[in-house]
């Protein structure tokens, strides 16, 4: 499998203010000191010494991820990442009316399916979309969003070949190459995570999930779930204080992936789901968190940061 992210924010678009982007300036310049950069190898050498916080941003755009396999597009909600995506597969297949995708929509809030008005393959006669979920309103939630007191033009305007499928939760369904597997989340408007697998290769997605009790007892169906997965990504929105004051808004955080992860022996785990008002520090702060847990642990799990344009293959 091959996994891009296109929109790692949650809740509403984020993109890096002026200040933000001045400030890394400012942290790469004084760490630049005593540097010879009087060649571009110079200063990318440098640049690459520099801490991912500094370097570069981890963006703004909401849920989006490309899964390919084989012959396979499936593609993890429709946040306004599905627009940045739309432009890479319009130089192919899609921008000749001949692609052919399959989405997963995890919940239908606003941050989950914003992008599809934006997707320009979306707008190209012969291609071919279909939605798929457990939810029983997806179509009607996609069509709402496009209603004239919202926006210009409805959803009936696009030109591709647009089908929605709800498919049964608890059960294994064949989505094109890969065999799906949807598991309702703890989160308000029911919020559904996916197990996929194809070849031996398995992918989860849990975005959107709260963990409220943490015993054994009250997870195991979740562990289960996360059972060997070689990448879990996972909703790590809040920071502890957040997930306190915020019990009842249906996100988790870093060290509960952890916990979660090291007890499932996933291989990988990618932190998700951004809150937009943590900068990319705090973001990574909890990574930092996440990792120590599990190296306590003596855990091999990989701990990584999902950030826009980041790529894991398997």
């Not at 991912?52 to 941003?57: D, G, L, N, Q």
């Given at each position: 499998?091959?996994?891009?992210?296109?929109g790692?924010?949650?809740?509403?678009?984020?993109?890096?203010?002026?200040?933000?982007?001045?400030?890394?300036?400012?942290?790469?310049?004084?760490?630049?000191?005593?540097?010879?950069?009087?060649?571009?190898?110079?200063?990318?050498?440098?640049?690459?010494?520099?801490?991912?916080?500094?370097?570069?941003?981890?963006g703004?755009?909401?849920?989006?991820?490309?899964?390919?396999?084989?012959?396979?597009?499936?593609?993890?909600?429709?946040?306004?990442?599905?627009?940045l995506?739309?432009?890479e597969?319009?130089?192919?297949?899609?921008?000749?009316?001949?692609?052919?995708?399959?989405?997963?929509?995890?919940?239908?809030?606003?941050?989950?399916?914003?992008?599809?008005?934006?997707?320009?393959?979306?707008?190209?006669?012969?291609?071919?979309?279909?939605?798929?979920?457990?939810?029983?309103?997806?179509?009607?939630?996609?069509?709402?969003?496009?209603?004239?007191?919202?926006?210009?033009?409805?959803?009936?305007?696009?030109?591709?070949?647009?089908?929605?499928?709800?498919?049964?939760?608890?059960?294994?369904?064949q989505?094109?190459?890969?065999?799906?597997?949807?598991?309702?989340?703890?989160?308000?408007?029911?919020?559904?995570?996916?197990?996929?697998?194809?070849?031996?290769?398995?992918?989860?997605?849990?975005?959107?999930?709260?963990?409220?009790?943490?015993?054994?007892?009250?997870?195991?169906?979740?562990?289960?779930?996360?059972?060997?997965?070689?990448?879990?990504?996972?909703?790590?929105?809040?920071?502890?204080?957040?997930?306190l004051?915020?019990?009842?808004?249906?996100?988790?955080?870093?060290?509960?992936?952890?916990?979660?992860?090291?007890?499932?022996?996933?291989?990988?785990?990618?932190?998700?789901?951004?809150?937009?008002?943590?900068?990319?520090?705090?973001?990574?702060?909890?990574?930092?968190?996440?990792?120590?847990?599990?190296?306590?642990?003596?855990?091999?799990?990989?701990?990584?940061?999902a950030s826009?344009?980041?790529?894991?293959?398997?």
């Amino acid at each position: 499998m091959k996994v891009k992210f296109w929109g790692t924010r949650g809740s509403i678009p984020s993109p890096i203010s002026p200040v933000a982007v001045e400030d890394k300036i400012r942290q790469a310049l004084r760490g630049a000191a005593g540097f010879d950069l009087s060649s571009e190898e110079a200063v990318e050498r440098y640049l690459q010494r520099l801490p991912p916080a500094v370097r570069c941003t981890i963006g703004g755009n909401t849920a989006c991820v490309e899964v390919r396999a084989g012959q396979g597009t499936l593609i993890l909600d429709a946040g306004s990442g599905l627009r940045l995506l739309g432009y890479e597969l319009m130089k192919g297949e899609f921008g000749k009316g001949r692609g052919v995708a399959d989405f997963l929509i995890s919940h239908i809030h606003w941050d989950h399916i914003q992008g599809l008005p934006f997707f320009g393959p979306g707008f190209v006669p012969g291609n071919r979309l279909t939605f798929h979920s457990p939810h029983a309103h997806l179509k009607a939630a996609f069509v709402g969003q496009q209603d004239e007191i919202y926006f210009p033009i409805s959803l009936s305007y696009l030109s591709a070949d647009i089908q929605f499928r709800r498919i049964p939760a608890e059960t294994w369904s064949q989505i094109g190459e890969f065999r799906v597997y949807p598991l309702q989340m703890s989160h308000p408007g029911e919020s559904y995570g996916y197990r996929i697998e194809r070849g031996g290769a398995s992918l989860v997605y849990a975005t959107d999930a709260k963990y409220k009790d943490m015993d054994r007892a009250s997870t195991q169906r979740y562990v289960d779930f996360f059972r060997d997965a070689d990448l879990l990504i996972f909703d790590a929105q809040y920071s502890l204080n957040d997930a306190l004051d915020r019990a009842d808004w249906g996100h988790s955080t870093p060290v509960t992936g952890a916990k979660l992860a090291h007890r499932a022996g996933v291989r990988r785990l990618a932190l998700f789901h951004h809150d937009p008002t943590s900068d990319d520090q705090a973001i990574y702060n909890g990574c930092k968190q996440a990792e120590a847990y599990l190296a306590r642990r003596g855990s091999t799990c990989q701990v990584m940061v999902a950030s826009e344009d980041l790529v894991i293959e398997w």
